[in-house]
């Protein structure tokens, strides 16, 4: 039996313990971190998607200096969050905020579905593998079955979320084409995603949006039949290699931001000499704290204790010991939030608390804020997108917005936002081929990427050379709120060839 769904069709009218394995999982999602369209009228667009309105019937630089106190979120240029009473108007609370309504489903502009850029001739326009006269059909693999139900079945959400968007807002679509997504389980297996890709090679005539633990296994496939394959984010080394393949989170292991152990010595000066970096010992996460681990000391930090914790380890305490005993100012853990917890948890048991406790954005989630209570206290995440709590971030609140429309149980994270980025990139590129489209001429359109932001959703990725974004920004969890910790949208600077995962 092969696991895979059928066809989820979007139309233009929506219609309204195995332990290890577990923590396998939590593991590869570290190394994560690691045409003019028109204004549509809000209550149109809630009446075409069944749903009514409230009332009515059914840049790169150098590191600036951070100095040692929280900034308002958004300090700074562009669009990187509003300031802390447009957050508490906005109702932000934990992570996500409060959802926009449906009078935030129109965009326009550079925030229109089909962006800003002027639309090509669809003369020469012809139909190919999953494009008929009346749809372009894009898969989305993503893990839905497995030990974790609906892993990431945020970035299929997502991906179906602007697809809706486009449907509902271009009715002559991509050269007089809907989009038609079809939807996939990749299973949490290597297998699964691999017969996913085979199916998506002969259907569909792309791939966007997918996220998978472990993406190897439809690197091949991909490759094979040269398949657009516009990815959520990329786990492996086998499909950072595949050709036809990129990911709107650009990440190359061996290349550290400089920006991340800039941040850290000029807010905490002290902890630079008192490092630890822990991490549960799964392949993907040994990687990624060794890569972090050479960074630091490229950077001048000595790191006194360097763990790995088994994935089947419960008790904490003796790696909490050896912290407290060698003086550690600062910890860097590498492991999925519910492990986080747990070594936060032995912390608190033994009075211990470093000045700096430093996680990837895996955790920035309610189900941390819940989870954590206040053990999460002073927990601070480097991340290369913005608050999703921040309604004044155009596209933010487009993707909140949409994303409610297709799921209103849905939750914003961050491998769904990079879903809708590469689902909206896809589609600009396709309306800038116009009757050029083919796989191909997609391919090497999506190679030359070097900047891509998603209308400021997220920091600059260089998604056609698949590297490392050379800026983070840094919040921290008080209270069981983020805030932002770091001024600017985004710190920037070199990258640090570590030399480790490349």
Not at 197 to 212: I, K, L, Q
Not at 349 to 368: R, S
Not at 375 to 392: A, K, P, R, W
Not at 447 to 455: A, G, H, Q, R
Request: net charge neutral; glycine share 10%.
């Amino acid at each position: 039996m092969s696991g895979l769904s059928g066809a989820t069709r979007v139309p233009r009218r929506l219609v309204p313990p195995r332990r290890r394995l577990i923590a396998a999982i939590g593991g590869v999602m570290l190394l994560l971190a690691a045409a003019c369209g028109s204004q549509l009228d809000p209550a149109t667009v809630a009446r075409a998607n069944g749903t009514a309105l409230d009332g009515q019937a059914a840049a790169p630089g150098d590191p600036a200096d951070v100095g040692g106190g929280p900034t308002d979120v958004g300090t700074g240029t562009g669009t990187g969050g509003g300031d802390a009473s447009d957050n508490a108007a906005a109702g932000a609370t934990g992570t996500n905020g409060s959802a926009p309504t449906t009078g935030d489903l129109a965009g326009s502009g550079e925030n229109a579905a089909t962006g800003s850029g002027s639309a090509a001739s669809c003369d020469g326009f012809t139909n190919q593998t999953g494009i008929t006269d009346d749809t372009i059909t894009v898969a989305n693999v993503a893990d839905i079955s497995g030990p974790v139900p609906g892993l990431f079945e945020s970035a299929q959400q997502s991906a179906r979320a602007y697809a809706a968007y486009f449907n509902a807002s271009n009715p002559k679509g991509i050269c007089g084409r809907e989009l038609n997504v079809l939807t996939m389980d990749g299973r949490t297996e290597t297998a699964g995603d691999q017969q996913a890709y085979t199916r998506a090679c002969d259907e569909a005539f792309a791939a966007v949006g997918s996220m998978v633990a472990d993406d190897s296994g439809g690197a091949k496939a991909a490759a094979s039949c040269g398949l657009p394959d516009m990815r959520s984010l990329t786990t492996s080394p086998a499909r950072r290699a595949c050709q036809t393949c990129f990911s709107a989170y650009s990440i190359a292991p061996n290349l550290v931001p400089a920006a991340i152990p800039n941040f850290i010595e000029k807010k905490e000066p002290g902890v630079t000499d008192h490092a630890a970096v822990l991490y549960v010992t799964v392949r993907s996460a040994e990687v990624n704290a060794r890569s972090y681990k050479t960074a630091y000391e490229k950077s001048g930090f000595t790191v006194d204790y360097f763990q790995g914790i088994d994935p089947s380890e419960f008790n904490y305490a003796p790696y909490v010991q050896q912290m407290k005993d060698k003086g550690i100012r600062m910890v860097q853990y590498f492991g999925p939030y519910q492990y986080t917890v747990r070594l936060q948890q032995a912390m608190r048991q033994q009075d211990y608390k470093p000045d700096i406790f430093l996680q990837d954005p895996t955790i920035y989630t309610d189900k941390y804020v819940e989870q954590a209570g206040d053990d999460g206290n002073g927990s601070i995440v480097y991340t290369t997108n913005d608050l999703f709590s921040n309604m004044n971030n155009k596209e933010m609140k487009l993707y909140r917005a949409w994303l409610n429309q297709v799921d209103p149980n849905a939750e914003p994270d961050y491998f769904g936002l990079y879903a809708w980025s590469a689902t909206r990139l896809f589609v600009e590129k396709a309306v800038a081929l116009g009757g050029k489209l083919n796989r191909k001429s997609m391919v090497r359109a999506l190679s030359k990427v070097k900047d891509w932001t998603s209308n400021g959703l997220h920091t600059g990725m260089a998604v056609g050379p698949k590297r490392t974004s050379p800026c983070a920004a840094f919040i921290q969890l008080n209270n069981r709120k983020w805030r932002k910790i770091s001024p600017k949208d985004y710190l920037c600077g070199p990258l640090i060839n570590t030399g480790v995962g490349g």
